[in-house]
């Protein structure tokens, strides 16, 4: 029979279930598309209106996600890079790579976040989100430029890039069982669903290369 957390650990204990309900959901139909909120309390063994007590809506709960995301990026890529010699920005590019690649839930939700996240979400939620994913972003600006001749801006549109090819080139490389049927008929239109990290890594590396060839200039953060 279901019964009510009571206690502050109680509580944070159904968050949690309901998080890791919504991951699984996520890993097993193929997509944070797939997630809904009746498939998380059942998942999570909850009764349907408990998960209101938790999160507003399913937009709160993945975007909980997504700023957990931005804080494993963060450690990942840091222990990546710390103690290491000097990168080249060309090893910097496949690093970033390597440790988004190992992400694939963060990687689903940057298509998400911009799409409708973080806009349907109250105020003060998406204030507690930019406040701590631009703090992980920090860090991991801090931890480049750290660890190779790339200068903040350049660390920064770099961070851009990875991020806007992540959000595509995931959604690409993880078709729906529609288009995965339509590439099987159509071979010439299979080169859609492409590999991820190499196309990533490759992407990375030429626009790094591209960026230490280009005049120092400013470059807002997006």
């Not at 598309?33 to 209106?49: K, M, N």
């Not at 890529?77 to 290491?84: F, I, M, N, Q, Y």
């Not at 859609?192 to 990290?197: G, K, M, R, S």
């Amino acid at each position: 029979m279901y019964q009510r957390a009571r206690s502050a650990e109680a509580k944070q204990r159904r968050a949690e279930d309901l998080l890791d309900a919504a991951r699984a959901i996520a890993a097993d139909h193929g997509g944070v598309r797939h997630v809904t909120l009746a498939g998380v309390t059942e998942v999570a063994s909850l009764h349907p209106s408990a998960v209101r007590r938790y999160f507003a809506s399913k937009e709160e709960l993945l975007l909980e996600l997504a700023e957990r995301g931005w804080n494993q990026w963060r450690d990942v890529l840091v222990d990546l890079l710390r103690g290491a010699p000097e990168r080249t920005p060309a090893q910097i590019a496949s690093t970033m790579s390597s440790s988004l690649a190992s992400l694939p839930l963060f990687c689903d939700l940057l298509t998400h976040v911009p799409l409708s996240l973080e806009g349907d979400v109250d105020i003060d939620r998406a204030r507690k989100y930019k406040r701590n994913s631009f703090a992980a972003y920090d860090a991991i600006v801090e931890a480049i430029t750290a660890n190779s001749r790339l200068t903040t801006s350049q660390a920064e549109a770099l961070i851009t890039a990875a991020l806007a090819m992540a959000a595509h080139l995931w959604q690409i490389s993880h078709p729906t069982e529609t288009l995965a049927a339509l590439y099987a008929q159509e071979p010439r239109w299979a080169h859609a669903a492409l590999d991820f990290e190499p196309r990533l890594s490759r992407l990375l590396q030429a626009t790094a290369a591209g960026l230490m060839k280009e005049p120092e200039r400013a470059i807002d953060a997006v």
